[in-house]
């Protein structure tokens, strides 16, 4: 039988770990009832201090990977061996090609991830340490060489070159070379003729002292004379934008016609309060620095961005109301307000009243939430309510200065943070997006005067996507076999035909080549790290693996691949995806031992088939297994990957789904995998650590023992991006915070629990495990202990650290389990 290419290389790509590893070490089943062992569990025994070592030793992977202008050639950057610098190389776009480190003389010469390119193709320009380069007929020229910084290119439609340095853009004629300012923005009051103060005193002095009368004169005059000559002289630049004083400019972005702008102006308010601090022990100069750090979310104040259409050539400025926004003034949080009011024996009465609205923020974007069609013609804009129930896709009538609605995504519970792109299509006034209205992130095409039509539909997620110059396809990565792999696929706009890419049985990421003939591939699974690929742009192609980036020894290691299994859930029809590490022959002798693991971010997914971020647990649980333990990493509810229902059901009840999916947890490890449900413990970092707490606390003889590694104890005093999408703010919703809060639980704990804590941790205050501890203490309980890390910042940097933490981690297991 001849085989595929495709399976060929994840083959090779899958074998670089240990002898045993397989092409598809991964099993996922739905029935929890055949679980078995791997063949190639860990036996050959590593040290915590091998796994917990810099991470160098692992292997440097390529990083910021792109394609140059040539479409034959790439740019990535490589972490120096006991290093943190970064220097770049050059590769072919070719099998068995060597990367070639490129002397940093000529790092100006290699464009950029950034590359913008003119609408006729035929010319290019870029960034390189804020200086501005561009290419036309095939040559390259820096246009700009000076400690000003420039922020931004974008070629409008006429050719020409537009650059800006803060809010002043400047316009390049690639023809003439000739370069003028085009507008400018300013946030202060527009310049105005001198005037006599009105006081009493002023006005007698203006009438009895000459020489005043004379300085006003002349002043009047010569500001005149400016004004005069600004206007009939064209040698001058244009007068700038002046927009209101006590407000800064949150974004622009200006018309491919170079004639508009469209800008969002923000209150000037700080990110922090005097009272924002964190103290820093260890110091070069000995002394204790006061770190400055952000607001907590019980401290923020609703914000909003006024929109502004600018003519740049009269300069005048025009605000967009959003009250042609659908529920611009809804009481969206009308059963949540009066449910609090009721706790509080007051009665609520809802009323109607502007929401604050502002561009939306999404966490995984390298987009603007303002997009121009190409021709100019069109511009639409992403907004998000404050209160995070709303996000809307709207677009301008220029002609009557309003927005006009393209599409409303409400969501009772929050608006997701990620899932959010859109743009044009390039040859029609029709816009592309993605939307959770489905229950899953999914692909719309909308004409700005047409009915939105679905382009993807299943029970997976869309994400990164990509649309082709010639509006034929929109390329992306979805997660459409299973829901822990994902492969690349594109959509044909005109018949809807759906065609997968990649089949690699992995985590695949991709970028198309600027020629879009090509696809350039990040991929991984869970036993091998990321490299890149290569392959045609035709589906199911040959793939081609470009880097070799992983260290010998980590090939050495003999490492078990995790299997990837459906446990069966009690408060649901979906199952929770989780990998399960088993030791050898975990079925003979004694019930096992049995560790599950929680992972951070709440909204992120660890048990998919790639290589996982948390590469130092992974390792970890191969060291436990080869202890003989059984070990469990669960994407709990909140995990990213499974849809917007999995992700929303933690909406004002954090710490609830997740800990009864931890329980079912245990059940399955006691049912299927020899496990003693008297010998569990848990532990996590982050989100993970406020889990075990939660767990810990509230189910407190699930565990026997848990540690709780840089954990929140108290959502009150986290940020407000991340905590008011979930829980609301604490003045609207205290019964959330007080239901979700681990430090409103502490007497719950009875078994054994380590609290590991950074103490210049800049994420998660080491406050909040001073005031749980203080709470322990007060409760007279003597079952946890506290480990300071006093160098470290929410992610640990030192190996030092790094081994301390898990030392004391294996041997709270070792002890309690």
Excluded: C
């Excluded at 310049?191 to 000459?210: F, G, M, N, R, W």
């Excluded at 929050?414 to 299509?425: P, V």
């Excluded at 470009?546 to 020894?553: F, G, R």
């Excluded at 990213?640 to 245990?666: F, H, N, S």
């Amino acid at each position: 039988m001849k085989t595929k290419p495709w399976l060929v290389a994840a083959f090779v790509a899958a074998s670089f770990i240990g002898s045993a590893v397989a092409a598809e070490p991964q099993t996922y089943q739905l029935s929890p009832v055949s679980v078995k062992a791997p063949e190639n569990a860990a036996h050959a025994p590593f040290t915590m201090e091998q796994i917990m070592a810099h991470p160098d030793w692992l292997g440097r992977p390529a990083e910021g990977a792109y394609w140059a202008d040539n479409n034959s050639q790439l740019y990535f950057q490589q972490k120096r061996q006991g290093s943190e610098i970064r220097d770049w190389y050059s590769l072919k776009a070719e099998q068995g090609a060597l990367a070639t480190a490129v002397p940093m003389a000529d790092w100006h010469l290699m464009g950029s991830a950034r590359t913008v390119y003119s609408q006729d193709g035929k010319s290019l320009a870029y960034l390189f340490e804020g200086n501005v380069f561009v290419k036309h007929q095939g040559k390259l020229t820096q246009v700009t060489r000076s400690s000003t910084r420039y922020d931004e290119v974008q070629f409008l439609a006429d050719g020409r070159l537009v650059f800006r340095a803060g809010w002043t853009y400047q316009v390049l004629d690639l023809n003439s070379g000739a370069v003028t300012e085009l507008v400018s923005l300013k946030n202060a009051d527009k310049p105005a003729a001198p005037k006599v103060e009105t006081s009493y005193l002023a006005q007698e002095q203006h009438k009895l002292i000459d020489f005043v009368a004379l300085t006003h004169k002349n002043k009047a005059e010569q500001f005149e004379q400016r004004q005069l000559l600004a206007a009939q002289n064209h040698a001058l630049a244009i007068q700038a934008v002046y927009l209101n004083k006590d407000k800064r400019i949150a974004s622009a972005s200006l018309s491919p016609k170079g004639d508009m702008l469209l800008v969002a102006l923000a209150d000037k308010g700080e990110w922090r309060d005097k009272t924002d601090i964190m103290p820093n022990y260890i110091t070069a100069s000995g002394d204790i620095a006061a770190e400055e750090v952000r607001r907590r979310v019980a401290d923020q104040k609703p914000q909003s961005h006024q929109l502004f259409l600018v003519d740049v050539k009269t300069q005048q400025a025009t605000e967009l109301k959003y009250n042609d926004l659908p529920g611009f003034d809804e009481d969206v949080l009308a059963a949540v307000k009066a449910e609090n009011a009721k706790a509080q024996g007051k009665t609520y009465q809802s009323k109607k009243a502007p929401r604050a609205i502002e561009l939306i923020n999404d966490w995984s974007w390298n987009q603007s939430a303002i997009q121009w069609h190409s021709s100019g013609s069109q511009v639409a804009v992403m907004l998000k309510a404050w209160d995070n129930k709303d996000r809307w896709l709207a677009t301008v009538d220029f002609a009557k200065k309003r927005l006009v609605n393209q599409h409303r995504l409400h969501d009772d519970a929050w608006i997701n943070y990620s899932f959010n792109d859109f743009g044009w299509l390039s040859q029609k006034e029709s816009l592309y997006y993605l939307s959770e209205e489905s229950g899953y992130a999914h692909l719309y095409v909308k004409p700005v005067n047409g009915t939105a039509k679905k382009l993807t539909a299943g029970t997976f997620e869309v994400s990164n996507p990509r649309l082709t110059k010639n509006d034929q396809y929109l390329y992306f990565k979805g997660n459409i076999s299973h829901p822990g792999i994902y492969e690349v696929y594109r959509v044909n706009l005109a018949s809807g035909q759906l065609e997968q890419m990649t089949a690699l049985k992995g985590s695949a990421d991709y970028q198309l080549s600027p020629d879009e003939n090509k696809l350039l591939l990040t991929w991984s699974n869970t036993v091998t790290p990321p490299e890149l690929y290569l392959m045609d742009n035709k589906p199911k192609a040959k793939v081609s693996r470009l880097t070799h980036t992983v260290s010998a020894e980590l090939m050495a290691l003999n490492l078990a691949a995790p299997q990837v299994v459906a446990v069966p859930s009690s408060h649901g029809k979906q199952p929770v995806f989780s990998k399960l590490y088993l030791p050898k022959d975990y079925q003979q002798g004694e019930k096992r031992r049995a560790v599950i693991f929680n992972h951070g971010a709440g909204y992120l997914q660890n048990s998919d088939l790639g290589w996982s971020g948390y590469f130092r647990e992974y390792l970890f649980h191969n060291l436990l297994i080869q202890q003989g333990y059984v070990v469990l990493d669960m994407d709990y509810r909140a995990s990213k990957g499974y849809g917007r229902d999995w992700r929303t059901a933690i909406y004002r009840q954090m710490g609830t789904p997740e800990t009864q999916d931890l329980v079912d947890g245990v059940k399955y490890l006691v049912a299927n995998a020899h496990v003693d449900p008297q010998r569990v413990g848990t532990y996590g970092g982050s989100y993970g650590g406020f889990m075990t707490f939660m767990a810990l606390f509230t189910e407190p003889d699930l565990f026997k023992a848990g540690a709780a590694l840089r954990p929140v104890s108290d959502w009150a005093y986290y940020n407000h991006g991340y905590t008011s999408n979930i829980l609301n703010t604490p003045d609207v919703d205290p019964i959330a915070y007080r239901r979700s809060s681990p430090i409103y639980f502490t007497e719950g704990l009875k078994g054994k629990l380590l609290i590991n804590a950074p103490m210049v941790d800049d994420n998660v205050f080491f406050q909040d495990v001073v005031r749980l501890v203080q709470r322990l203490i007060e409760h007279e309980n003597a079952n946890f202990e506290t480990a300071i890390y006093p160098v470290e910042p929410h992610g640990f940097r030192q190996p030092s650290s790094w081994l301390d933490e898990y030392k004391r981690i294996f041997r709270l297991f070792e002890q309690e389990l």
